[in-house]
């Protein structure tokens, strides 16, 4: 299994990366492949039809669409940046849903991760992207959300408090059950 992950953020040094990439250990088995990427590296200028007119399509987002195509699984963690989702994020899916013949996410499935330092632990945002990605042709397969990240979170250790740790894991054993009945259609 090819599985895309990224924090939808285009903060340096993205909590929602670091919870991302933490997740994705969960699914290494010895066949599957495990891609992290940082939306930084996909550039574009701010969206607008006359930004489009004015350069075309930025290479940007054609990279990024050419990554999800590639995957059988895409983790994603989201940013809240008051109470929706970060900019970074917003305009790069904005300029990738502008490829002619594409849906963002081509019917890929996804597992949704958000955090913060908030007690919702970046709840709204993941509201709005669980309502949102199947109309952008995601599958979302769960989802999950980290509230306090510096109380409940350690580099190196990935989520220190138990009860957190657990229903996690049992979201991950869910998606795991959900991925091989997907790959076997």
């Known amino acids: 299994m090819k599985i895309l992950v990224f924090g939808a953020s285009n903060s340096s040094d993205s909590i929602n990366k670091k ?12 066949e599957d492949s495990i891609e992290i990427i940082d939306l930084n590296d ?12 004015e350069i075309g ?14 995957a059988d699984f895409i983790i994603i963690s989201f940013a809240e940046n008051n109470g929706n989702y970060n900019v970074g994020y917003k305009n790069l899916v904005d300029w990738t849903s502008r490829i002619k013949g594409r ?11 958000a955090t913060s330092q908030g007690r919702r ?15 952008d042709g995601a599958e979302v397969l769960e989802t999950f959300s ?29 998606t795991k059950r959900l991925m091989a009945e997907i790959l076997t259609r």
Not at 19 to 30: C, D, F, G, I
């Open 57 to 70: 399509m930025p290479e940007g987002p054609l990279q990024f669409a050419e990554k999800i195509d590639a």
């Open 42 to 53: 996909f550039e574009a200028p701010l969206f607008s039809k006359d930004k489009e007119k």
């Open 103 to 113: 849906k963002i996410y081509n019917g890929k499935p996804v597992f949704l991760l």
């Open 121 to 135: 632990g970046g709840q709204s945002v993941l509201d709005i992207a669980t309502q949102r990605m199947p109309f």
């Open 19 to 30: 919870l991302a990439s933490s997740v994705s250990k969960y699914y290494k088995e010895k």
């Open 146 to 174: 980290l509230p306090e990240f510096n109380n409940n979170f350690e580099e190196g250790k990935g989520i220190i408090t138990p009860v957190l740790r657990s229903q996690l894991e049992a979201k991950v054993r869910k």
